[in-house]
């Protein structure tokens, strides 16, 4: 499910790249996830590889990218989504996205209804939230 407070033509390739991460990886299912004006929220369910004798690395070292990773997810997202709309604005190298990103790892089922229950819930407070330039403080 998507939510978000105004969905743009820079949503539309947020949401479009977000939804190509499950169908280029064969171990990776999304959950929910929300765009808000200025981040996005996602869940990301890494699973064994299908079909091959060892488990995908989950971890990465500074310098050696591995696939399938969170580190290399994510990256490949912002790039490809930065890419797209430093086209539409024709700013090309122009920074969309903040440096680096938050990742969490969900360990039960009760964590992952609170996750999903604030998550769900940042639109209808972006009018007061802190990040949010017109918001209330």
């Known amino acids: 499910m998507v939510?978000?407070?105004?969905?743009?033509?820079?949503?539309?390739?947020?949401?479009?790249?977000?939804?190509?991460?499950?169908?280029?990886?064969l171990n990776i299912e999304l959950d929910e996830?929300?765009?808000?004006?200025?981040?996005?929220?996602?869940?990301?369910?890494?699973?064994?590889?299908?079909?091959?004798?060892?488990?995908?690395?989950t971890?990465?070292?500074?310098?050696?990218?591995?696939?399938?990773?969170i580190p290399t997810i994510i990256r490949g997202f912002k790039s490809a989504v930065t890419k797209q709309i430093n086209a539409i604005r024709q700013k090309p190298g122009m920074p969309v996205w903040q440096r680096s990103y938050y990742e969490h790892v969900i360990r039960s089922d009760n964590e992952l209804n609170r996750v999903l229950e604030n998550t769900s819930f940042?639109?209808?407070?972006?009018?007061?939230?802190?990040?949010?330039?017109?918001?209330?403080?």
């Not at 939510?3 to 990886?25: D, F, H, Q």
């Not at 079909?51 to 995908?56: D, E, I, P, S, Y």
């Not at 070292?61 to 990773?69: L, R, Y």
Request: net charge negative; proline share 7%; with cysteine.
């Open 3 to 25: 939510l978000l407070i105004t969905m743009n033509e820079y949503a539309v390739i947020v949401e479009c790249e977000w939804m190509k991460a499950s169908s280029m990886r």
């Open 33 to 57: 996830f929300t765009i808000m004006p200025n981040h996005v929220h996602g869940i990301i369910i890494i699973n064994e590889c299908r079909g091959t004798m060892h488990r995908a690395p």
């Open 59 to 69: 971890l990465e070292q500074f310098g050696k990218p591995t696939s399938n990773t």
């Open 122 to 137: 940042n639109p209808i407070n972006w009018p007061i939230d802190e990040n949010n330039c017109a918001g209330a403080r």
